[in-house]
């Protein structure tokens, strides 16, 4: 399978693989796709750019959802190229300060991390100014003069908005800062405050037909053109003109230089602007810039033609999709959809009626005589029963399996005395579910990994028990009572040990996380719970102290 990634830019083979790609129309054209998320859009029969076009479907956000960094849309960049058109997604934040606008490119060596020229464009009422700063020699004098240069020509306008595309430039300025003298720190400072990242307002919300947000490929979208060769990401050539400079100081490769630095410059304007015209514009309906370009909200996809409709015939994409359609089962109107064909019509679906089960096993309890007088004239009024619920494993099976104690209520004619046979009453008291259940229960919870509602619904349709809704908590905590003892003991027996080991793993529960920690010895473990990391130095310091 052909992946692109970030090392085919220094490849012998990147033209031949990106040719392949590009003819493939391969999902890893788009720049930051993983090679994860191609294979789970391969598993579920989507290969390419333009089938990934036809996923993206618009989502209301939640009201209680979270403020967050917006996600990244593929399916929105693919839907993007497929129409060659500009999608708005939410509200980009594209406002600039009033005052002049300079527009920032430095250029580097990234073996070296050094810089040799930084080029700025000034555009301020209608007027456009355009200054290079260039670094002779890779020396770190010749780059900090090279700098202060720079901040001396940032000086001279009280208010500028400092734009640039990118962590380069900010990234090369807090770099070279630590070397500055205090003034020219000071100075750093307040650009970086006024620095504005083009390509972060883009960020998520605005997709232009580019399989990137690179600035070469947005500006190369928009009309504009370097007049040197152009490689995706890092220029390569950039870096040969800068050897050739510095080996015999050639004015040929300072000049071309030079020239990439401000048609880099140049491009960063033509897309910053183009950014503010589109989201001052609002772009709440489809609209064409004077370039040609068009540009649409999301908001409006749900509205297309294409989308799926509520009511009247369907329109499918291929013509063997409605002879599927029509030829398949389907039933879903006469099992799901009530409707009433008689005025005095009662509908079966209501609270079903309860069933009683046979019982496997009867036990029945008489009573011989009076407990009181020991007279053996005594009469049964009525009848009494208790049932216990449970499970039999079996070799061949599991079988739901209900014993029964009957008994009834007695008068004694001699006294009076009216009773119950002790022996019925200690029945009674045996929990209406045996055993066999709640380790069924208990075993699908935690090894099974079912919640409370499957597992009800497995023992209804399995074996025709219908339990309460809290009967699997009761469970629960009976089991835990049940085995406090032995989970106690646990306890006491590692810290009598010589050997202890002690961990901790973090758990996400709804509003709140927590900590697991875990015991362990050569033979024993032992887990519980707490909020916080502190919960096993106590145990661990009441270990130490009884070595």
Not at 92 to 106: C, E, H, S, V
Request: proline share 4%; net charge positive; aromatic share 12%.
């Amino acid at each position: 399978m052909l992946v692109l990634n970030n090392h085919c830019q220094i490849c012998e083979h990147h033209d031949h693989c990106h040719k392949q790609a590009v003819e493939d129309d391969n999902l890893s054209l788009l720049s930051g796709i993983n090679e994860a998320q191609i294979v789970r859009l391969n598993g579920k029969g989507i290969f390419t750019v333009n089938q990934l076009s036809y996923t993206f479907r618009l989502r209301k956000k939640p009201k209680r959802a979270r403020h967050s960094s917006p996600a990244h849309h593929f399916s929105l960049r693919a839907l993007a190229l497929r129409e060659t058109k500009v999608f708005v997604h939410g509200s980009p934040a594209a406002t600039y300060p009033p005052g002049p606008r300079i527009y920032l490119d430095i250029e580097g060596t990234p073996q070296s991390q050094s810089y040799y020229l930084i080029g700025v464009i000034t555009s301020h009422d209608g007027h456009e100014g355009r200054a290079t700063f260039w670094s002779d020699t890779s020396s770190e004098p010749d780059q900090l003069r090279m700098f202060g240069d720079f901040l001396d020509h940032l000086a001279q306008y009280p208010v500028y908005s400092l734009l640039h595309f990118g962590k380069y430039e900010p990234t090369a300025l807090r770099r070279i800062r630590v070397r500055m003298t205090e003034p020219y720190k000071r100075q750093i400072d307040e650009a970086l405050a006024r620095s504005i990242d083009i390509l972060r307002v883009i960020g998520s919300c605005i997709y232009f037909p580019t399989y990137s947000n690179s600035l070469k490929e947005i500006a190369r979208f928009l009309g504009y053109r370097w007049s040197g060769p152009l490689v995706s990401g890092l220029n390569l050539k950039t870096v040969v003109w800068r050897d050739r400079w510095l080996t015999d100081h050639d004015p040929f490769p300072k000049a071309m230089l030079v020239q990439y630095n401000y048609e880099g410059c140049t491009a960063l304007k033509g897309v910053a602007e183009f950014i503010e015209k589109i989201v001052a514009a609002g772009c709440s309906d489809a609209s064409q810039d004077r370039h040609g370009v068009h540009v649409a909200s999301t908001s409006t996809l749900g509205t297309e033609k294409n989308e799926w409709q509520w009511y009247g015939p369907t329109d499918y994409a291929l013509e063997d999709f409605r002879t599927i359609n029509r030829l398949a089962y389907f039933d879903y109107q006469r099992d799901r959809v009530f409707a009433r064909s008689q005025r005095k019509y009662i509908r079966s679906l209501g609270k079903q009626k309860r069933v009683s089960i046979k019982p496997n096993k009867t036990i029945t309890l008489r009573a011989a005589k009076c407990p009181v007088c020991h007279s053996r004239n005594i009469e049964a009024l009525t009848r009494a029963s208790h049932d216990i619920i449970d499970l039999k494993f079996m070799s061949a099976g599991n079988k739901r399996w209900i014993t029964r104690f009957k008994s009834w209520r007695y008068r004694c004619d001699h006294c009076g005395n009216r009773f119950v046979l002790i022996s019925f009453q200690r029945c009674r008291k045996i929990p209406k579910y045996g055993r066999g259940v709640i380790s069924w229960c208990i075993y699908q919870l935690l090894v099974g990994g079912q919640n409370i509602n499957r597992i009800h619904r497995s023992l209804l349709d399995l074996f025709g028990l219908r339990l309460p809704n809290a009967a699997v908590y009761l469970f629960k905590g009976g089991a835990g009572e049940y085995f406090k003892t032995g989970y106690e003991k646990i306890l006491k027996d590692l810290l009598r040990g010589k050997l202890l080991h002690i961990d901790e793993t973090t758990i996400s529960l709804q509003k709140d996380k927590g900590y697991v920690w875990v015991l362990a010895s050569t033979d024993s473990v032992y887990f519980f719970y707490r909020t916080s990391r502190e919960g096993s130095f106590r145990l661990a310091a009441r270990w130490l102290w009884k070595a």
